[in-house]
């Protein structure tokens, strides 16, 4: 039983000492429009992994509608070492006081040489040395002025940030007229307050019974008397508060709940009677402004993706909304994509797939009516080779050395999506998918199969962190799906699944790993794998070594090593198994080669080339960015 618990404590470890880490995605912020064109500011926000350190980066860009031009504007990030925070330069927030996108605010805080908070615009920079900035809200009515709270200090400032002024203790600014920047929302001990002097004095308007770590937002809308609250736990459904009052005493009540946790509340700019929201992966309208039930209104627009940000160009009645790596523009139900996400150099590979890779996993059953049936057991899972099926791509095959029928195909999609064939019979391509693992999907965001796939399975990231496992740093997802049953599984940046859990009426199946030789790296307990070949998967007479640079852009070189002289074939697929390019087919004497592999009249996505000879064949991926 060592070897189990040797597992539970590193995996508990890496729990307790997490770092926040995020798969690439990006997320709209605002939109502005003005007589030079539609503009929109966004973050691409993205964590990088080197040994023990992790960055994380919310990088600031500026999209021009009006000529598609894309500028950096900022980077902002934050630098953790062993689970320490070393440094951070992070904007925390973005405001614009007028339709000049160069008006642009950021605030924020830093910690390097010098720790404190800062504003800062085109024409100013202004540093606080020694305090945390917490909340920035900037007046729409009167330029330079903004409200912000200060190591837990509210105050205001009417002169570009040079000098503050500190207003009511202890409350947290939630939302600023943009009719009369004097009108201010905050919240205090669970409670909504206004002020109508600017944040001197504030008087109870809504008894409302917030939770302590419950974000609320104020959201104006295009009639006065009209004003919304949108609040939520993160990780929990959103509750909305409406008045119809100008947010008087009394006037407050709560009209529904959205049933999702990451919810966008739109002002009233599309329509002077409805109510547009977005929430996980859909754009939802209520034709009712004051319907007492947001839990299944009509969608608008399914985007299939989850929903990260969305923001309203005024004065044309469009909408902007990002997904994890897209971003839209549009009207009611008709959206054009208007930027996608390229992602990072080095995206986690939480599900790696190479031949020759063995886990071994201890297998534990129990039984609720019936301990006598509990079994416990160590079970082998090999990875031993690839098949190209045809009309669906190319599947590596596991088995295992417990059951005989437990052979199984699994793929990875060019989205980063990893599923497995179910189905039964000998014809294989009349089988379906099973979506396993979405890569990319951050915590607190669930995806659901593609379509043409199975569609029974919903899965659900819980947890997605930085931290040790097996005396390595590196990173940790849990997923949870549910399909027949509630499942939950661990899953290690290029190991694979390290734990999965099944619940059953009858009882529940637990597999932990112990041991695991994947990619030429041994994990765990080396002992486990004795009797097995782990020092080379691939035979020095026959041996593919990878292309260079991967990702690539159009051109990479594949490279191999032959041990003696036979004849070969190099060929090159896409993600269907349909054959694009042959690079070789003849006879090479022994030796190191590397071709050219030319994609410029290829669309971007994953590629797979497969070095083939009489005595057998190996593979590798390589991924197309245009």
């Known amino acids: 039983m060592k070897k189990a618990v040797f597992f539970v404590l590193f995996l508990a470890a890496a729990v307790m000492g997490q770092v926040e880490y995020t798969v690439s995605k990006l997320k709209v912020e605002k939109a502005v429009n003005n007589n030079s064109g539609l503009y929109v500011f966004y973050r691409h926000i993205y964590s990088e992994q080197t040994g023990e350190t992790v960055t994380n980066y919310s990088n600031v860009y500026r999209k021009n509608l009006t000529t598609g031009q894309d500028i950096f504007i900022s980077e902002s990030k934050s630098v953790y070492s062993k689970n320490n925070l070393i440094s951070i330069d992070e904007i925390s927030f973005i405001g614009l006081q007028s339709d000049n996108p160069e008006d642009v ?49 509210f105050r205001v400032s009417t002169d570009y940030g040079i000098s503050f002024t500190d207003l009511a203790p202890e409350y947290i600014p939630a939302g600023i007229s943009p009719y009369d920047d004097n009108e201010v929302y905050a919240v205090k001990d669970g409670k909504l307050y206004k002020s109508e002097d600017g944040g001197l004095n504030f008087a109870l308007v809504f008894n409302a019974g917030y939770k302590e ?18 609040r939520g736990v993160p990780g929990q459904e959103t509750v909305i508060d409406v008045s119809q009052d100008g947010g008087a005493a009394g006037s407050w009540k709560t009209i529904g709940k959205t049933g999702h946790s990451n919810t966008f509340i739109l002002p009233l700019q599309l329509s002077a009677d409805s109510v547009y929201f977005a929430a996980r992966m859909n754009f939802y309208k209520v034709s009712n402004k004051y319907y007492t039930e947001f839990m299944f209104p009509a969608s608008v627009k399914d985007f299939r993706e989850f929903i990260t940000g969305l923001a309203v160009v005024s004065g044309t009645g469009k909408v902007v909304i990002s997904t994890r790596d897209k971003i839209y523009c549009g009207k009611g139900s008709e959206f054009s994509v208007i930027k996608e996400n390229m992602r990072v150099k080095n995206p986690p590979d939480f599900y790696p797939l190479h031949n020759g890779d063995i886990r071994v996993y201890r297998y534990t059953n129990k039984s609720y009516s019936n301990p006598a049936n509990n079994q416990e057991l160590i079970v082998k899972i090999r990875t031993y080779g690839d098949t190209l099926i045809p009309g669906k791509g190319r599947y590596f095959i596991m088995d295992s050395d417990y059951l005989t029928t437990s052979q199984k195909f699994v793929r990875e999609d060019s989205s980063g999506k990893i599923y497995q064939l179910t189905g039964s019979g000998n014809d294989l391509t009349k089988y379906k998918d099973v979506l396993l693992l979405n890569q990319f999907a951050n915590q607190g965001e669930f995806d659901l199969p593609d379509a043409g796939s199975s569609g029974f399975s919903q899965q659900n990231v819980t947890f997605l962190c930085a931290g040790y496992f097996m005396n390595r740093y590196t990173v940790i997802k849990k997923w949870n799906s549910r399909s027949y049953q509630d499942e939950f599984i661990d899953f290690v940046k290029d190991i694979g699944i390290v734990r999965e859990t099944r619940y059953y009426d009858f009882g529940k199946m637990e597999a932990a790993l112990l041991a695991a030789f994947v990619s030429g790296t041994v994990y765990g307990d080396p002992s486990l794998l004795e009797g097995e070949n782990v020092t080379d998967a691939a035979p020095e007479s026959f041996n593919l070594k990878g292309n260079y640079p991967n990702p690539f852009n159009p051109q990479t070189r594949i490279a191999f090593s032959l041990g003696s002289g036979m004849f070969i074939a190099l060929r090159v697929y896409d993600v269907l198994g349909n054959e694009v390019r042959t690079l070789v087919n003849e006879y090479r004497n022994a030796g190191i080669y590397s071709e050219l592999f030319d994609a410029s009249d290829l669309s971007s996505g994953i590629y797979f080339y497969r070095l083939e000879s009489r005595s057998g064949a190996v593979t590798g991926k390589m991924i197309l960015l245009q």
């Open 105 to 153: 605010i950021f605030a924020g805080n830093v910690k390097r040489d010098a720790d404190g908070a800062f504003i800062r615009t085109n024409s100013f920079l202004r540093f606080y040395p020694g305090v945390t900035l917490q909340s920035f809200i900037e007046s729409k009515k009167t330029p330079g002025k903004y409200y912000a709270v200060f190591d837990g200090k």
């Open 213 to 230: 770590n419950e974000k609320v937002k104020i959201i104006f809308t295009q009639d006065p008397a009209v004003i919304y609250a949108e």
